[in-house]
Protein backbone atom coordinates (compact mmCIF):
# COMPACT_ATOMS: atom_id res chain seq x y z
CA UNK A 1 0.00 0.00 0.00
CA UNK A 2 1.50 2.93 -1.37
CA UNK A 3 1.70 6.48 1.24
CA UNK A 4 0.09 9.20 -0.13
CA UNK A 5 -3.01 7.71 -2.07
CA UNK A 6 -6.44 7.65 -0.67
CA UNK A 7 -8.65 4.72 -0.54
CA UNK A 8 -11.27 3.82 -2.54
CA UNK A 9 -13.94 3.82 -0.27
CA UNK A 10 -12.42 7.44 1.11
CA UNK A 11 -12.18 9.19 -2.41
CA UNK A 12 -16.56 8.42 -3.03
CA UNK A 13 -16.91 9.64 0.20
CA UNK A 14 -15.06 12.60 -0.34
CA UNK A 15 -17.17 13.20 -4.28
CA UNK A 16 -20.12 12.85 -1.86
CA UNK A 17 -18.90 15.10 0.68
CA UNK A 18 -18.49 17.77 -2.07
CA UNK A 19 -21.68 17.53 -3.58
CA UNK A 20 -23.48 18.03 -0.25
CA UNK A 21 -21.07 21.60 0.55
CA UNK A 22 -22.04 22.58 -3.22
CA UNK A 23 -25.34 22.77 -1.63
CA UNK A 24 -24.83 25.02 0.97
CA UNK A 25 -22.17 26.69 -1.08
CA UNK A 26 -23.67 31.06 -1.07
CA UNK A 27 -24.95 31.66 -4.96
CA UNK A 28 -26.20 27.96 -5.45
CA UNK A 29 -29.90 27.93 -5.24
CA UNK A 30 -31.45 24.96 -4.46
CA UNK A 31 -34.13 23.21 -6.06
CA UNK A 32 -37.26 24.67 -5.44
CA UNK A 33 -40.15 22.74 -4.24
CA UNK A 34 -43.61 23.33 -6.07
CA UNK A 35 -46.11 25.39 -3.95
CA UNK A 36 -49.20 23.77 -2.60
CA UNK A 37 -52.31 25.04 -4.12
CA UNK A 38 -54.38 26.91 -2.21
CA UNK A 39 -58.08 26.62 -2.07
CA UNK A 40 -60.08 30.05 -2.22
CA UNK A 41 -63.57 28.99 -0.45
CA UNK A 42 -66.23 29.44 -1.97
CA UNK A 43 -68.59 32.71 -0.87
CA UNK A 44 -71.64 31.34 1.30
CA UNK A 45 -75.10 32.03 -0.06
CA UNK A 46 -76.30 35.30 0.91
CA UNK A 47 -78.96 34.54 3.35
CA UNK A 48 -82.16 36.57 3.19
CA UNK A 49 -83.94 37.58 6.28
CA UNK A 50 -87.23 35.84 7.31
CA UNK A 51 -90.01 37.32 5.66
CA UNK A 52 -93.43 37.92 8.91
CA UNK A 53 -96.93 37.28 7.26
CA UNK A 54 -99.06 38.07 10.26
CA UNK A 55 -102.98 36.53 10.13
CA UNK A 56 -105.98 37.56 12.34
CA UNK A 57 -107.92 35.14 14.09
CA UNK A 58 -110.40 32.54 11.92
CA UNK A 59 -108.06 33.20 8.83
CA UNK A 60 -105.74 29.97 7.64
CA UNK A 61 -102.74 30.82 6.01
CA UNK A 62 -101.08 27.11 5.44
CA UNK A 63 -101.78 27.05 1.75
CA UNK A 64 -100.32 30.05 0.84
CA UNK A 65 -97.15 28.94 3.36
CA UNK A 66 -96.77 25.75 1.41
CA UNK A 67 -96.73 27.15 -1.98
CA UNK A 68 -94.19 29.71 -0.59
CA UNK A 69 -91.92 26.95 0.50
CA UNK A 70 -91.88 25.13 -2.61
CA UNK A 71 -90.86 28.18 -4.68
CA UNK A 72 -88.42 30.51 -2.41
CA UNK A 73 -85.49 29.40 -0.11
CA UNK A 74 -86.37 32.63 2.02
CA UNK A 75 -88.26 31.57 4.98
CA UNK A 76 -91.63 32.73 5.57
CA UNK A 77 -92.64 33.21 9.21
CA UNK A 78 -96.24 32.98 10.39
CA UNK A 79 -97.26 35.29 13.50
CA UNK A 80 -100.53 34.45 14.60
CA UNK A 81 -102.21 37.84 15.56
CA UNK A 82 -104.72 38.01 18.63
CA UNK A 83 -107.88 40.04 18.81
CA UNK A 84 -105.92 42.69 20.85
CA UNK A 85 -102.65 42.90 18.91
CA UNK A 86 -103.65 43.86 15.54
CA UNK A 87 -102.83 47.34 15.80
CA UNK A 88 -99.38 46.68 16.85
CA UNK A 89 -98.85 43.85 14.38
CA UNK A 90 -99.07 46.43 11.62
CA UNK A 91 -95.66 47.39 11.61
CA UNK A 92 -93.93 44.64 13.55
CA UNK A 93 -94.89 42.17 10.96
CA UNK A 94 -93.94 42.25 6.63
CA UNK A 95 -97.62 41.91 5.47
CA UNK A 96 -100.68 41.64 7.37
CA UNK A 97 -103.82 39.40 6.51
CA UNK A 98 -106.57 41.74 8.41
CA UNK A 99 -110.60 41.58 8.32
CA UNK A 100 -112.41 45.02 7.55
CA UNK A 101 -116.53 44.98 7.97
CA UNK A 102 -118.58 45.26 4.57
CA UNK A 103 -117.88 48.17 2.62
CA UNK A 104 -114.93 49.32 5.05
CA UNK A 105 -111.26 49.60 4.07
CA UNK A 106 -107.81 49.03 6.11
CA UNK A 107 -106.95 51.70 8.60
CA UNK A 108 -104.09 53.98 6.90
CA UNK A 109 -104.87 52.90 3.86
CA UNK A 110 -106.77 55.91 2.25
CA UNK A 111 -105.65 57.43 -0.72
CA UNK A 112 -105.56 60.82 1.11
CA UNK A 113 -103.11 59.98 3.50
CA UNK A 114 -101.77 56.70 2.67
CA UNK A 115 -99.42 54.69 4.59
CA UNK A 116 -100.43 51.44 4.51
CA UNK A 117 -100.41 49.12 0.34
CA UNK A 118 -104.12 46.69 0.61
CA UNK A 119 -105.25 44.55 -1.95
CA UNK A 120 -108.50 42.72 -0.84
CA UNK A 121 -108.00 38.85 -1.17
CA UNK A 122 -112.03 37.50 -0.69
CA UNK A 123 -114.75 38.04 1.26
CA UNK A 124 -116.38 35.67 3.90
CA UNK A 125 -119.36 34.27 4.79
CA UNK A 126 -121.51 35.08 7.48
CA UNK A 127 -122.82 33.68 10.18
CA UNK A 128 -125.10 33.77 13.26
CA UNK A 129 -124.15 32.61 16.48
CA UNK A 130 -126.28 30.93 19.30
CA UNK A 131 -126.49 29.63 22.53
CA UNK A 132 -126.16 25.81 22.07
CA UNK A 133 -129.44 25.49 24.27
CA UNK A 134 -131.49 27.64 21.11
CA UNK A 135 -134.54 26.21 19.59
CA UNK A 136 -132.44 26.89 15.87
CA UNK A 137 -129.01 25.39 17.47
CA UNK A 138 -129.96 22.09 15.71
CA UNK A 139 -130.30 23.83 12.31
CA UNK A 140 -126.99 24.25 9.96
CA UNK A 141 -128.52 27.30 7.85
CA UNK A 142 -131.16 30.43 8.26
CA UNK A 143 -132.19 33.01 5.98
CA UNK A 144 -131.62 36.49 6.43
CA UNK A 145 -135.70 36.62 6.83
CA UNK A 146 -135.10 34.30 9.80
CA UNK A 147 -132.52 36.76 11.98
CA UNK A 148 -135.96 38.24 12.63
CA UNK A 149 -136.63 35.44 14.97
CA UNK A 150 -133.78 36.22 17.51
CA UNK A 151 -132.20 39.43 19.35
CA UNK A 152 -129.06 40.59 17.53
CA UNK A 153 -126.52 41.80 19.57
CA UNK A 154 -124.83 45.06 19.23
CA UNK A 155 -120.67 44.70 19.38
CA UNK A 156 -117.67 45.68 17.08
CA UNK A 157 -117.83 43.07 14.90
CA UNK A 158 -121.84 44.00 13.54
CA UNK A 159 -121.64 44.72 9.62
CA UNK A 160 -123.59 48.14 9.33
CA UNK A 161 -125.43 46.62 6.19
CA UNK A 162 -126.29 43.74 8.36
CA UNK A 163 -130.04 43.79 9.92
CA UNK A 164 -129.79 46.49 12.74
CA UNK A 165 -128.97 44.78 16.15
CA UNK A 166 -130.43 45.57 19.52
CA UNK A 167 -128.41 49.22 21.50
CA UNK A 168 -127.18 48.41 24.67
CA UNK A 169 -128.96 50.82 27.15
CA UNK A 170 -125.29 51.89 28.50
CA UNK A 171 -122.62 51.91 26.09
CA UNK A 172 -120.00 50.70 28.06
CA UNK A 173 -122.28 47.45 28.32
CA UNK A 174 -120.68 46.83 24.59
CA UNK A 175 -118.17 43.96 24.58
CA UNK A 176 -115.03 45.13 23.28
CA UNK A 177 -114.20 42.27 20.84
CA UNK A 178 -115.57 38.81 19.24
CA UNK A 179 -114.41 36.62 22.29
CA UNK A 180 -116.46 38.44 24.91
CA UNK A 181 -119.43 38.63 22.24
CA UNK A 182 -119.15 34.84 22.38
CA UNK A 183 -118.79 34.93 25.84
CA UNK A 184 -122.20 37.00 26.39
CA UNK A 185 -124.38 34.64 23.76
CA UNK A 186 -123.30 31.62 25.59
CA UNK A 187 -125.61 32.87 28.57
CA UNK A 188 -128.52 32.92 26.32
CA UNK A 189 -128.64 36.97 26.34
CA UNK A 190 -129.06 36.90 22.72
CA UNK A 191 -127.41 35.85 18.94
CA UNK A 192 -124.67 37.29 17.22
CA UNK A 193 -123.66 37.85 13.48
CA UNK A 194 -119.88 37.98 12.77
CA UNK A 195 -117.71 36.61 10.22
CA UNK A 196 -118.56 32.60 9.75
CA UNK A 197 -114.06 31.60 9.95
CA UNK A 198 -114.19 33.97 12.90
CA UNK A 199 -117.23 32.38 14.85
CA UNK A 200 -116.04 28.84 13.92
CA UNK A 201 -112.86 29.54 15.39
CA UNK A 202 -113.91 31.27 18.49
CA UNK A 203 -116.49 29.24 19.38
CA UNK A 204 -116.84 26.17 21.78
CA UNK A 205 -119.04 23.26 20.88
CA UNK A 206 -120.49 22.49 24.18
CA UNK A 207 -121.81 26.39 24.12
CA UNK A 208 -122.38 27.79 21.16
CA UNK A 209 -123.78 26.85 17.62
CA UNK A 210 -122.50 28.78 14.57
CA UNK A 211 -125.27 28.71 11.01
CA UNK A 212 -124.40 29.38 8.16
CA UNK A 213 -126.81 32.95 6.91
CA UNK A 214 -127.80 31.54 3.69
CA UNK A 215 -129.19 34.13 0.51
CA UNK A 216 -132.90 33.44 0.13
CA UNK A 217 -133.63 34.85 -3.65
CA UNK A 218 -132.48 38.27 -3.60
CA UNK A 219 -131.85 38.82 -0.46
CA UNK A 220 -128.00 38.73 1.55
CA UNK A 221 -126.04 39.68 3.43
CA UNK A 222 -122.45 41.45 2.42
CA UNK A 223 -119.51 39.39 4.71
CA UNK A 224 -116.81 40.67 5.96
CA UNK A 225 -113.41 41.02 3.66
CA UNK A 226 -109.69 39.88 4.66
CA UNK A 227 -106.88 42.21 3.10
CA UNK A 228 -103.02 41.90 2.54
CA UNK A 229 -102.00 45.37 3.73
CA UNK A 230 -98.34 46.49 4.30
CA UNK A 231 -96.19 49.40 4.77
CA UNK A 232 -95.15 51.23 1.94
CA UNK A 233 -91.48 51.67 3.65
CA UNK A 234 -91.50 47.88 3.23
CA UNK A 235 -92.54 47.33 -0.40
CA UNK A 236 -89.88 45.49 -1.35
CA UNK A 237 -89.31 42.36 -3.92
CA UNK A 238 -89.75 39.97 -1.17
CA UNK A 239 -92.90 41.30 -0.04
CA UNK A 240 -94.39 41.63 -3.44
CA UNK A 241 -93.54 38.65 -4.10
CA UNK A 242 -95.46 37.05 -1.40
CA UNK A 243 -98.46 39.20 -2.37
CA UNK A 244 -98.43 37.03 -5.58
CA UNK A 245 -98.67 34.60 -4.26
CA UNK A 246 -101.77 35.82 -1.77
CA UNK A 247 -103.38 36.70 -5.07
CA UNK A 248 -102.48 33.33 -6.69
CA UNK A 249 -100.20 34.44 -9.01
CA UNK A 250 -97.14 32.03 -10.08
CA UNK A 251 -93.94 32.94 -11.27
CA UNK A 252 -95.03 32.70 -14.72
CA UNK A 253 -98.20 35.02 -14.57
CA UNK A 254 -97.86 38.31 -15.90
CA UNK A 255 -98.50 41.46 -13.94
Known sequence: MSRGRPARGSRSH???AARSASKK?????PQKKKPIPTVTPMPQETRLEPIRLGFVRGVAPSKWAERWQRASTQVLELVPVS???V???????DVLLERTL??????????????????????EQVALVIDAGHELASQKSLTVEELALVRLLDHPDHGKSWPAAEPWSDPSW?????????ELVSTGTGAALMSQPLAQHLSKKREHAVLTV???GKTSLDGSSIWATWQRERDRDD????????????ARSSR
Do not use: C, W
Open 25 to 29: TPGVS
Open 87 to 93: EAARTSV
Open 102 to 123: PGETPPGTDPAQQVRHAVRLYE
Open 214 to 216: AAH
Open 174 to 182: MPKNAQMTL
Open 239 to 250: VQQLIGFLRGRT
Open 14 to 16: SRG
Open 83 to 85: LGE
